[in-house]
């Protein structure tokens, strides 16, 4: 459990190196936010794997049957969170000039992303069980829940609430 507490308490840090102005359409150094995402998604899903690695211990056999299974679940959430990163693209290139209706649609958009986020990982229990013991199983979700938990908490931080 400490290593979890710790590498979560690492991924917060190396989330936290990398603050970018969602919320603007080009950041401080001229890069774009497109750019920006694409850089701190690929660092995420990097340090995301190394800390599942550490937290989720796995016999050699496990682990060849283990980390295929996970590139998969990591591909069919990282679709999802393409969309999610696009309601984020669209909220900063709109929004000083958001309407209500364009608020609302993407608070639902959101929405129904978390709920793709939940039936992709429903989905992927049964191949994880198949790998790995239940309980090592439950492990992993549990860490790869934390990790997203980190990942959303640090999106939201750097989004700015919606203007009035």
């Known amino acids: 459990m400490k290593k979890v507490i710790f590498s979560c308490v690492a991924l917060a840090i190396v989330l936290g190196a990398g603050n970018t102005a969602f919320a603007q359409t080009e950041t401080a150094t001229g890069v774009s936010v497109e750019t920006d995402l694409a850089l701190l998604r690929k660092n995420l899903r990097e340090e995301k794997k190394q800390l599942i690695a550490l937290n989720v211990p796995l016999t050699p056999d496990e682990a060849t049957k283990f980390w295929p299974v996970y590139d998969d679940y990591a591909l069919a959430m990282a679709k999802v969170n393409d969309e999610f990163y696009k309601v984020i693209k669209d909220y900063a290139a709109n929004q000083k000039t958001l309407t ?6 993407m608070v639902k958009r959101w929405s129904d ?7 992709t990982r429903q989905k992927y229990i049964p191949a994880f069980e198949k790998v790995i013991p ?14 997203y938990a980190l990942m959303d908490l640090q999106t939201a931080a750097q989004v700015p609430l919606v203007l009035q």
């Not at 209500?100 to 649609?105: E, G, I, K, T, Y």
């Not at 239940?134 to 990790?147: E, I, M, N, P, T």
């Open 134 to 147: 239940g309980k090592k199983a439950a492990l992993f979700f549990q860490v790869d829940r934390r990790l």
């Open 113 to 119: 992303i978390q709920i793709q986020q939940v039936q």
């Open 100 to 105: 209500d209706a364009q608020a609302v649609d």
